[in-house]
């Protein structure tokens, strides 16, 4: 066996070894970005479903925070109606009584005396 027999057969299991090295290398790679893009697709239709359920939640705390809303301004809306008609026809009697009150006393002029 000669030299260049020798420097042949160690150059074939290097590039063997360094070849299957990289073919793993690379299989590995790509099997670990199957991997973690299944995982990440896993985490996102969890938090999608979390955040659906959050959202839900969210909009029935709101619309019963917004019926109490209405219901206070419903109720503050009919006192003050009330209120101010009560207050209208109490002026309106205002007016009444004084237009009277004036009719009753006698008028007075004042009169120089020259």
């Given at each position: 066996?000669?030299?260049?027999?020798?420097?042949?057969?160690?150059?074939?299991?290097?590039?063997?070894l360094?070849?299957?090295?990289?073919?793993?290398f690379?299989?590995?790679g790509?099997?670990?970005?199957?991997?973690?893009?299944?995982?990440?697709e896993?985490?996102?239709?969890?938090?999608?479903?979390?955040l659906?359920?959050?959202?839900?939640e969210?909009?029935?705390?709101?619309?019963k925070?917004?019926a109490?809303?209405?219901?206070?301004?419903f109720?503050?809306?009919v006192?003050?109606?009330?209120?101010?008609?009560?207050?209208s026809?109490?002026w309106?009697?205002?007016?009444?009584v004084?237009g009277?009150?004036?009719?009753?006393?006698?008028?007075?002029?004042?009169?120089?005396?020259?």
């Amino acid at each position: 066996m000669s030299g260049y027999d020798v420097l042949k057969i160690v150059s074939t299991v290097v590039l063997s070894l360094g070849g299957g090295g990289m073919i793993v290398f690379l299989l590995s790679g790509w099997l670990g970005r199957v991997w973690a893009n299944r995982l990440m697709e896993e985490d996102r239709a969890k938090h999608a479903r979390a955040l659906e359920g959050l959202k839900t939640e969210f909009e029935a705390v709101n619309k019963k925070v917004q019926a109490e809303l209405d219901k206070t301004v419903f109720v503050h809306r009919v006192q003050f109606e009330t209120e101010f008609n009560a207050l209208s026809e109490i002026w309106a009697k205002v007016v009444d009584v004084r237009g009277t009150m004036i009719g009753l006393r006698p008028v007075f002029d004042v009169v120089s005396k020259e």
